[in-house]
């Protein structure tokens, strides 16, 4: 899988306008319905707040993967986003969060979920890569260097 396949630029926002984690949370969910993607806005909201209240997606080095499971979605849905000013996301590492990755997933369909979540988190290992991420002017900038590095 590529996460190019699910992601086109009009499901990244640069920058995020939300300055903490349920702004943007919620900014990258409204980008999703504007877009046609879910059966029911408020339903994938409560999801995904609802794993975020259990543990934050805040996985260090800047990056959090907000995510859920719901039924008002049919297949796995990811929207992304890049903050000029960190936010406070409760990471792990006590850091702000400047690339959110938000992805959803209907209940029954497990696989696809795990391999995008492995696929940002493999992503966000090279340094280089992140730093470019994080200085991406567009979406269109964002969308090439994603697709750029998943073709290497």
Do not use: W, Y
Not at 10 to 27: A, D, F, H, M, Q
Not at 109 to 134: R, Y
């Amino acid at each position: 899988m590529k996460l190019t396949e699910i992601m086109q630029p009009n499901l990244i926002k640069v920058p995020l306008e939300g300055t903490n984690k349920e702004s943007v949370i919620t900014e990258l969910v409204d980008l999703l319905d504007a877009n046609g993607l879910l059966d029911d806005r408020n339903v994938v909201l409560e999801a995904v707040m609802k794993r975020e209240q259990t543990r934050s997606t805040g996985i260090g080095s800047g990056i959090a993967v907000p995510h859920g499971k719901c039924d008002a979605v049919k297949e796995l849905v990811m929207s992304m986003g890049v903050a000029h000013k960190p936010i406070d996301f409760a990471s792990v590492d006590g850091k702000g969060v400047t690339i959110v990755v938000l992805l959803v997933s209907p209940f029954d369909k497990t696989g696809p979920h795990i391999q995008a979540l492995a696929k940002i988190s493999k992503l966000m290992l090279d340094k280089q890569f992140k730093e470019a991420v994080e200085k991406a002017a567009s979406a269109e900038e964002l969308h090439e260097l994603v697709s750029a590095k998943e073709n290497e």
